[in-house]
């Protein structure tokens, strides 16, 4: 007997409404269960910064070459 499986998602603005639209489908046999992620965070505009050294000089991840001797 084959079944069909739904997956469904949607995002809203606040976690309490969340929760209202989650119960609802739930109590009316709509949705088995109902998970609500927490909500993300955006980096703040300090953190979002480069992290470029305050004089300007840009930091190199590979070593310097080896002078000739």
Known sequence: MPTDIVIAQTTIDSEHRAAELARGAVEARLAACAHIDAP???PTAG???SRRPRNGAS???RPAPA???
């Open 47 to 49: 953190r979002a910064r």
């Open 40 to 42: 993300s965070r955006r």
């Open 59 to 61: 930091r190199s991840r």
């Open 67 to 69: 002078s000739p001797t």
